[in-house]
């Protein structure tokens, strides 16, 4: 693995399933999660994945290209476009540090709109790695 | 001092007060800075293998490291841990209350997570009973976002694990008043019609075929312009028409400034021109700069057109 190598990108078809499932799997009962009639009272146009699940989403798009040997250490993420229902995300990743077992991976969310989530994942390659 | 001037200064007023506004209510923001966002708090459930499996199953996620007899939790869960759920937060600090209501009071009730940044020290497996403390790390000024216009708080927590440091999760969310619909620019009113009647129609179909039609007396031969329903020199009704060959000079202009009319883009120049006919034609002046009309200067006719259902005679003002 060297700095600038690129992952895989990997594409999430946003659905309302994934939305509402994501808040709720993350506890977050945020109307604007699940209830469509009244994200839109408050200016959106329809619910929106909340920023836990794309946390969640982060993570796991390292760690299934890494594998299970590889051990998160940090997530950093800043959240841009909002996705909804019907959205797909394509999450891409560059390594851009290395440091013994340490790798950081700059990741990028897209959908339609534009950047969904921007970010950095620090990650040590366990054993096996 | 111009009523301009007063107008310009009562603006400027306004704008240093509501700065000032702004500032004293960002001062007194600043102030919650530091204080409690949750103290002692002690997460809802245990980290469960259930609420792992739920997790793995919305995000897709099939890391083996998050199931069986050796499972740690996923560590981007960490914040799921520490969530209030459908009946709200119990540690909350009343700081963290009183900042979130202040914002509310100031028409920023809505609220979106901007930023999450998580450390994970320690991983979290079944049966960890979970603890947190958090802080009120900064509160930004007055920002003007898409969304609207608000502030940034941001959160750092404390997450420990069987009372041993597992992590931190630093949270920024915007509690902003939604932005007004931008205001749809109003399409531009049309310019206004021709009033077109028995009297004049033969003029307008005229100009539909781009011919600029003078009526001339059959009687006694006099041009005549605007249209009429008879003749100035001899009273007679009947007439036919000659069509202008389109050459003439300014005779007079006037240029408009005010008041704009919301069809039109001031400064424009409007002329009265003499044709080589000997009649005169009141239209716009293209080509040449409203300030660069002048009496004499040598005119074409053309037509524009000005929208799908308007074309105009106007005169093109010709260099020299």
Known sequence: MNVGDALPP???????????AGAIASRDYQDVHHDAELAREKGSPDIFMNILTTNGLVGRYVTDHLGPHAVLRKVAIRLGAPNHPGDTMTLTGTVSALDGDTVEIRVVGANRIGHHVTGTVTVTLGAGA | MTGDAAAGSAERDERDERDERDERFHHLLKTFEGRPAATAGRAKDAVNEPMIRHWC??????????RGPDAVAPPTMLQAWTMGGLSGHTDRSSAYDELLALLDSAG??????????????????????????????????????????GHFV???????ANGEP????????????????????????????PVINRDNQGFWDGVREHRLLIQRCTACS?????WLPGCNA?????????????????????????PPFPAFDPPYAVALVELAEGVRVIGNITGVPYDKVRIGMPVRLEFLRVDDTLELPVFRGEAG
Request: aromatic letters at 8%; one cysteine or more.
């Open chain 2, 222 to 226: 006099t041009l005549r312009f605007p």
């Open chain 2, 57 to 66: 199953e919305a995000m897709g996620d099939t890391n083996p490291a998050y």
């Open chain 2, 234 to 258: 001899c009273a007679s009704p009947g007439w036919d028409t000659v069509e202008a060959a389109g050459t003439g000079t300014v005779f007079s202009y006037v240029v408009m400034h005010h």
């Open chain 1, 10 to 20: 990997l594409e999430i078809p946003v659905t309302r399933t994934l939305i509402v």
């Open chain 2, 154 to 160: 941001t959160t750092r927590m404390d997450v420990r």
């Open chain 2, 108 to 149: 920023c009730t809505s609220v979106v997570a901007t930023d999450c940044e998580q450390e994970y020290l320690r991983p979290l497996r079944p049966g960890d009973t979970v603890t947190f403390d958090a802080v009120i790390e900064s509160v930004s000024p007055r920002k003007t976002t898409r969304l609207g216009t």
């Open chain 2, 166 to 193: 597992a992590g931190t999760h630093r949270f920024r969310i915007l509690k902003y008043a939604l932005a007004a619909a931008p205001p749809k620019a109003p399409p531009r009113p049309a310019r206004p019609r």
